[in-house]
């Protein structure tokens, strides 16, 4: 099996073009790095982001690690891939915020030619703590 590669021309720029109007662009998310086996996103904090208790919910959470493992896997799709979906995701969330940023940095732990599994740690941009761990599996689409 050939080596995995990151696609050249996936840039964040063309990252936040293809999401323009969608719901990485209606939440917010903004990738900031893409290199090899790593995609960096981050999401400023917003009303509509909390729960009605005023804490950030956990679908906002999930909605930036699966966005930023989406991202990555499309950066690294193999020669026979045209797209992708996400099959499986699993999310423990160990913390929470109220205002400020998160950050989502995904990182490869498998990158096959039918699947790819990434794992994704989401931290609290002002103290670096973690909001959650979550691991996702996407199917590629030939």
């Known amino acids: 099996m050939p080596e995995p590669k990151l696609r050249p021309d996936v840039t964040p720029e063309l990252m936040i073009e293809r999401a ?64 992708f979906t996400t099959i499986e995701l699993k999310s423990n969330h160990l913390g929470t915020a109220r205002e400020g940023a998160i950050r989502a940095t995904a990182t490869a732990q498998h990158l096959g030619g039918r699947t790819h599994v990434w794992d994704a740690v989401v931290e609290d941009e002002s103290n670096g703590k973690t909001i959650a761990l979550f691991r996702c599996t996407q199917m590629i689409l030939t």
């Open 20 to 83: 323009k109007g969608y719901l990485p662009e209606w939440m917010g998310v903004e990738p900031v790095e893409i290199s090899l086996g790593k995609v960096v996103t981050r999401l400023e904090i917003k009303p509509h982001h909390t729960a009605p208790n005023g804490f950030l919910h956990a679908a906002s959470v999930i909605a930036l690690a699966d966005t930023t493992c989406g991202y990555a896997t499309f950066a690294h799709l193999p020669e026979n891939g045209k797209n």
